[in-house]
Nanobody
Framework: QVQLVESGGGLVQPGGSLRLACAAS????????MGWYRQVPGKQRELVAS???????NYADSVKGRFTISRDNAKNTVSLQMNNLKPEDTAVYYC???????????????WGKGTLVTVSS
């Protein structure tokens, strides 16, 4: 199994910045895509940004130009640099990965427990 642990959430004023980090550990044979999702109460979880093992990125329109996703394949980590934060970015942010635990396993989707980001003055 693969475990994902997020860090870096917190309270920030509008216009401020935060950096989220996620580390994958456990039985890891290969990690394909990694990404960040967010969810607010009463709404569906939505994709914020994703990155493939080759470095191709995808962003939600609402964060383009403000957020940057990056990953370190050697360390099995993914980060999300969030700049010019807005109150509407307030949510629980979840790390996601598509990974195989061994050569015999299929790719499975894994989730972290989430980290709260609050943007407020």
């Amino acid at each position: 199994q693969v475990q994902l642990v997020e860090s870096g959430g917190g309270l920030v004023q509008p216009g401020g910045s935060l950096r989220l980090a996620c580390a994958a550990s456990g039985s890891i044979f290969r990690i394909d895509a990694m990404g960040w999702y967010r969810q607010v109460p009463g709404k569906q979880r939505e994709l914020v940004a994703s990155i493939t093992s080759g470095g191709s990125t995808n962003y939600a329109d609402s964060v383009k130009g403000r957020f940057t996703i990056s990953r370190d394949n050697a360390k099995n980590t993914v980060s999300l640099q969030m700049n010019n934060l807005k109150p509407e970015d307030t949510a629980v942010y979840y790390c996601n990965s598509r990974a195989r635990s061994s050569i015999l396993d299929l790719f499975k989707e894994y989730w972290g427990k989430g980290t709260l980001v609050t943007v407020s003055s």
